[in-house]
C-alpha cells in the first residue's frame, strides 16, 4: 500500500513567500498540516505587565516601555544596548546577536513590549535576549497565554504563531478517530484539543499546560502514537503480500539433530521452534526477532531454523557481528551439522585469498550453510538459493547490514536474535513491523551467579578468589575498562593487567585477547581456553557477545563504573553457563557518579535481562536502546514511550482495527501525522 495512489487531498502548502518558507521547512513544516501539529514548547503569560520598577529579579514578566537611546558596543563583545523605561524606572535590553531589522524596531522613541527574566546587571536592571515586539499606546493586552513554539534563527514565534492562527481557521481540523472509539477511550477531539493547545483560553493555568498530561495533550501524544503505529503495521501487512520460498522439510535433518543434542530443549525453546517452523512454510517472508536472555539458547533454536531450510532444499545464512563470535558458532554448527552430512561454509574477513576464493564458490554452489562475520554482505559474495536469512545480536548491525543480508536471495525469510531484551512499550514501537519470539526460561541447571561489588583498592582479594575458584578446576575472566577515548590506552591496560596477573598468579597460565590480535591468534587464544589450557582471560571487551565457555565460572570485570547496564549484563551472562556456581566482580574505582552508582546498584541486585532493561531506560532514556535499527521513535515529538506507555498499548490495538475497518480514516490520519516524515520509517 502506497500513499502515491491515493485519492486523498494532500495538505495544502503553507501561504509565504520564499524566504519565510525555507525558514519554516528548516524545522519541518511545509504545509498546513504541519503547522496545525506544531505544537508549542511551553507558554509565557503576556496578558499583564509590569511596571519596571517593581519587576522583581529573576523573575519573567512583561515590560512596556520607550526606548531612549540604542548603541552598538564592539567591547568586551559586539553587543546591542538599548536603554528604555516607563514611568517606573529604568531598564537595559541587552542583544548578542540581532538583525538589522531588529536595530531599526528597537529606535530611538519606539515603544516596545519585551518579555523576559529579569536581573540586577551593571547598569540596574537589565534583560538579555527578550522577546520583544512594537506596539502602539494603549494596545490591548493579549486575553490568553502565548504559546511558544519551537522555532529556528530569524523566524519570531510572533510569525509562527500568526501562520498557524490561519491554519486553525483554514485548516483542516477534522476528526480522525470514530466517534464510539473516541468516548470507548476518553480522548477529546482533535479540533478541540488543538485549539486549546495553540490558543489556550484566558484563565488557563500555567503548570497545567505544561505538565503535558491535560487531555489535550494526551489526545495530541495518543494521534501521535497511533500514526506510528499504523505506519509499522501497514509495513507489517504490507510484507505479507510478498512472495517468499515456503520451506517445508523434505526429511527430518532436525529431529536428527535434536536427537543428537546432550540436551532437551525447554519448553521455551520447544515453542519458539514451532512458530518459526510455521512461520518458514508460510509463502511470505518471516521476519522474526528472537528474543532471549543471555544464555537462554537461541542458537540451537537458529539452527533448528537453519536444518528446516536446508532440509527443504535452501540455503541459510548466519551471520553475526564479532570475529569471535561467528567462528564460535561455525565451530558449534559445524560441530551439530556435519555429521548429519550438512555442508557448513565460512566466510570472514580474515580468510586468505585462496580459502576465500573457496568459499565464495561453495556459496554460490549452495553450500548448505554459511556463517561469517559482515563479510557475508558483501558484494561478490552469491548464494545459489537463500532461503533464510539468521542475524545474531542484531542490534549490534544497521538496517542496511540486516537488508543487505536479504538482498542476497530472493525475499528469503529472517531470523533474528538479540539478548538485549527491550521492554513491552519500545519493542512495540521499534518492533511493531515484526514478529517477536521471546526464550523466556534458561536451560535447566544453571546456577545463579553470585554478583559482588569491590573497591579497587581491595582488588588482591579477587587475585585469591580466582585462585580459589582455578584450584577448584575452573576458569575465569577478567574484562578489561572500556576506554572510550582511546583504544591504544585500552590495549596498554588489558596489557599491564595481563603481566600483573601472570605475576601475581605464576602458577596459573594467563591468557590475553584483544581487538588488534590477527583473527587467528585470537581464535588460537580462544580456542586454548576453550580447551581449558588456559585458566585466567584476560579481555578487551571483544568478548562481550556470545562467547560460550561453560567451564568458565568467574568474571571479573575491572572499573564496572564505566560500562552500560546491558553491557554488564551481556558479560555477566558469559558466566553462570554450567553447572558449577558462578560469581561475577565488579571492581569499581570512586568516587561514582549518581548514574554509575545507580547502575552499579541494579546489576548488583538483579539477575533478570528484562528488569535491568527497564530500569535501564529510566536511566537512558529509548534514543540510545536498539543500536541503529530505525524505528518509529524519531516520529515521535510529544509521546513519551516511558510515561506514555499505556497510550502505546491502546495505539496497537486501534492501529490495527481501524486498518481493517477504517482504512480512509487511517491514510488520513497518516497524512496529517507523518506527512513526508513517514519515509523515516521505512526500513
Ligand atoms: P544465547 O541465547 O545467549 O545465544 P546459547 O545459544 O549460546 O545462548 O546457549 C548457551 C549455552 O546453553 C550453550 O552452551 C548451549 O549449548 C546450551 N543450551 C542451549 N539450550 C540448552 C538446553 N535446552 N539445555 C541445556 N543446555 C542448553
Ligand atoms: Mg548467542
Redesign the pocket.
Known amino acids: 500500500m502506497t500513499t502515491s495512489g491515493s485519492s486523498l487531498p494532500v495538505s495544502p502548502p503553507i501561504r509565504a513567500g520564499e524566504a519565510l518558507r525555507k525558514k519554516l521547512a528548516k524545522i519541518g513544516l511545509h504545509s498546513e498540516a504541519d503547522l496545525l501539529v506544531h505544537l508549542p514548547l511551553r507558554y509565557e503569560d503576556e496578558t499583564r505587565i509590569t511596571p519596571v520598577g517593581r519587576a522583581l529579579g529573576g523573575e519573567a514578566v512583561q515590560v512596556e516601555v520607550v526606548v531612549h537611546s540604542n548603541e552598538v558596543q564592539f567591547r568586551p563583545r559586539r553587543q546591542m544596548i538599548v536603554r528604555a523605561a516607563d514611568t517606573s524606572g529604568e531598564i537595559t535590553l541587552r542583544f548578542f546577536s540581532f538583525y538589522p531589522s531588529q536595530q531599526a524596531t528597537l529606535s530611538e522613541g519606539s515603544r516596545i513590549r519585551a518579555f523576559g527574566e529579569v536581573r540586577g546587571g551593571f547598569f540596574g536592571n537589565e534583560m538579555v535576549h527578550p522577546r520583544f515586539r512594537k506596539v502602539g499606546e494603549d494596545e490591548p493586552l493579549p486575553g490568553q497565554l502565548t504559546p511558544i513554539y519551537p522555532t529556528t534563527a530569524g523566524l519570531a514565534n510572533s510569525a509562527l504563531q500568526k501562520l498557524i492562527g490561519q491554519a486553525l481557521v483554514a485548516g483542516d481540523l477534522s476528526e480522525t478517530l470514530p466517534e464510539d472509539l473516541r468516548r470507548r477511550l476518553k480522548l477529546p477531539g482533535l479540533a478541540r484539543s488543538l485549539r486549546f493547545l495553540h490558543t489556550p483560553p484566558p484563565g488557563t493555568d500555567l503548570d497545567t499546560l505544561h505538565a503535558r498530561n491535560h487531555p489535550a495533550w494526551r489526545r495530541v501524544k495518543f494521534d501521535e502514537v497511533l500514526a506510528q503505529q499504523l505506519s509499522l503495521r501497514r509495513a507489517y501487512l504490507a510484507r505479507r503480500e510478498q512472495g517468499a520460498p515456503v520451506l517445508v522439510a523434505q526429511e527430518d535433518l532436525g529431529a536428527r539433530l535434536l536427537d543428537r543434542l546432550p ?4 519448553g521455551a ?1 520447544l515453542r519458539a521452534m514451532a512458530e518459526i517452523a510455521d512461520d518458514l512454510g508460510q509463502p511470505y517472508p518471516m521476519q522474526r526477532l528472537l528474543q ?1 536472555d ?7 533454536v537458529a539452527a533448528l531454523a537453519a536444518c528446516q531450510a536446508i532440509s527443504a532444499g535452501w540455503q541459510a545464512a548466519f551471520m553475526a557481528p564479532t570475529e569471535i563470535l561467528a567462528e564460535q558458532h561455525y565451530l558449534k554448527l559445524k560441530e551439530w551439522l556435519e555429521p548429519l552430512g550438512v555442508h557448513v561454509a565460512w566466510l570472514s574477513g580474515s580468510l586468505k585469498s585462496k580459502a576465500r576464493r573457496e568459499q565464495l564458490a561453495a556459496t554460490a554452489a549452495g553450500a548448505q550453510l554459511v556463517v561469517g562475520t559482515h563479510a557475508l554482505i558483501q558484494e561478490g559474495v552469491d548464494f545459489a538459493r537463500l532461503g533464510l536469512a539468521i542475524v545474531d545480536e542484531q542490534h549490534r548491525f544497521g538496517v542496511a547490514q540486516r537488508l543487505a543480508l536479504r538482498k542476497k536471495g530472493d525475499n528469503p525469510h529472517q531470523l533474528m536474535m538479540s ?1 538485549t531484551p527491550i521492554p513491552r512499550t519500545l519493542a512495540m514501537s521499534y518492533y511493531a513491523d515484526l514478529d517477536v519470539t521471546v526464550l523466556d526460561e534458561l ?2 541447571g544453571r546456577t545463579p551467579i553470585k554478583t559482588r561489588l569491590v573497591a579497587d583498592s581491595r582488588r588482591q582479594d579477587v587475585v585469591g578468589f580466582i585462585r580459589k575458584h582455578v584450584e577448584e578446576g575452573r576458569q575465569a575472566y577478567w574484562v578489561c575498562p572500556l576506554i572510550e577515548e582511546s583504544e591504544a590506552l585500552q590495549l596498554q591496560t588489558a596489557q599491564d593487567i595481563y603481566e600483573q596477573l601472570s605475576v601475581d598468579l605464576p602458577e596459573l597460565t594467563v591468557g590475553l585477547v584483544h581487538g588488534r590480535l590477527k583473527a587467528d591468534e585470537k581464535q588460537a587464544v580462544m580456542a586454548a581456553f576453550a580447551a581449558g589450557q588456559v585458566d585466567v582471560l584476560v579481555a578487551t571487551t571483544v568478548i562481550e557477545v ?1 562467547v ?1 565457555v ?1 567451564n568458565a565460572s568467574l568474571m571479573v570485570i575491572e572499573h564496572a563504573e564505566r560500562f552500560g547496564l546491558s553491557q554488564l549484563h551481556q558479560l555477566r ?1 558469559r558466566v553462570g ?1 554450567g553447572q558449577y556456581e558462578s560469581s561475577c566482580v565488579l571492581i569499581y574505582a570512586g568516587p561514582l557518579g549518581e548514574i554509575a552508582r545507580r547502575r552499579l546498584k541494579i546489576i548488583f541486585e538483579h539477575t533478570d535481562g528484562f528488569e535491568i532493561a527497564r530500569q535501564d531506560l529510566q536511566i537512558r532514556g529509548p534514543g540510545e536502546f536498539v543500536g541503529s535499527r530505525q524505528s518509529g521513535v524519531p516520529l515521535l515529538r510529544y509521546a513519551d514511550l516511558d510515561m506514555d506507555a499505556d497510550l502505546v498499548e491502546m495505539a496497537r490495538e486501534v492501529a490495527e482495527d481501524m486498518l481493517a475497518g477504517h482504512p480512509e480514516l487511517a491514510e488520513r490520519h497518516l497524512r496529517r501525522w507523518l506527512g513526508a516524515r513517514e519515509e523515516l520509517l521505512k526500513s
Open positions: 540436551f532437551a530443549l525447554t525453546q532471549g543471555v544464555g537462554a539458547g537461541k542458537t540451537i539478548a536451560p535447566p556470545g560460550d561453560p551472562g553457563r
